[in-house]
T-cell receptor, first 113, second 110 residues
Framework: NAGVTQTPKFQVLKTGQSMTLQCAQD?????MSWYRQDPGMGLRLIHY???????DQGEVPNGYNVSRSTTEDFPLRLLSAAPSQTSVYFC????????????FGQGTRLTVV | SQELEQSPQSLIVQEGKNLTINCTSS?????LYWYKQKYGEGLIFLMM?????EEKSHEKITAKLDEKKQQSSLHITASQPSHAGIYLC??????????FGTGTSLTVIP
């Protein structure tokens, strides 16, 4: 069982560059989400999806886009990276939203210079 | 997230000491989860509490959810260096969005 797989693990971007963080799960979970983790701020929800074709904004969605074309994949796109997006990003999936155990990927450490 | 307040932010204890981490919400929680994160790694699920007054234990870690389902505590008995890491509480507050507390960094000195 691979669980939740995030790629890449590390990334350095220049301001203004775009990139996509990949997230895939093999547990047939309907609910997937993206978080960013910053010192003193905990994990904050960026976007989430309750199923293929359905996405919604979380707490800090600005500067990020998502799509959910399949149950397995939930990529996070940074259209024009900014230094404020330097963070550690975690993808999570669960059987259902809210009250269900979430499984987390290992994280992507992103630095925007 | 401001939805969940976690305290303390950091904790340094001598090996063998007991400690408690608190997680408080102003709203009723539909499920309270405790996770542990080792530095530089992903989150590991510890326990889930759903019913008011519920208490669960795993090895030397006990978590409780109060009757009003607005506060939870995580208690570690006889701490060990292996307990070191960041402890996060998480909860469903709005029905579909899962929020996390700010985390508690635990250091255990041998």
């Amino acid at each position: 069982n691979a669980g939740v797989t995030q790629t890449p693990k590390f990334q350095v971007l220049k301001t203004g560059q775009s990139m996509t963080l990949q997230c895939a799960q093999d547990m047939n979970h309907e609910y997937m989400s993206w978080y960013r983790q910053d010192p003193g701020m905990g994990l904050r929800l960026i976007h989430y999806s309750v199923g293929a074709g359905i996405t919604d904004q979380g707490e800090v969605p600005n500067g990020y886009n998502v799509s959910r074309s399949t149950t397995e994949d939930f990529p996070l796109r940074l259209l024009s990276a900014a230094p404020s997006q330097t963070s550690v990003y975690f993808c999570a999936s669960s059987y259902k939203g809210g009250s269900a155990e979430a499984f987390f990927g290992q994280g992507t450490r992103l630095t925007v210079v | 997230s401001q939805e969940l307040e976690q305290s303390p932010q950091s904790l340094i204890v001598q090996e063998g000491k007991n400690l408690t981490i608190n997680c408080t919400s102003s709203k009723t929680l539909y499920g309270l989860y405790w996770y542990k994160q080792k530095y530089g790694e992903g989150l590991i699920f510890l326990m889930m509490l759903q019913k008011g007054g519920e208490e669960k234990s795993h090895e030397k870690i006990t978590a409780k959810l109060d009757e009003k389902k607005q506060q939870s505590s995580l208690h570690i008995t006889a701490s060990q260096p292996s307990h070191a890491g960041i402890y996060l509480c998480g909860a469903d507050i709005s029905g579909n969005q899962f929020y996390f507390g700010t985390g508690t960094s635990l250091t255990v000195i041998p």
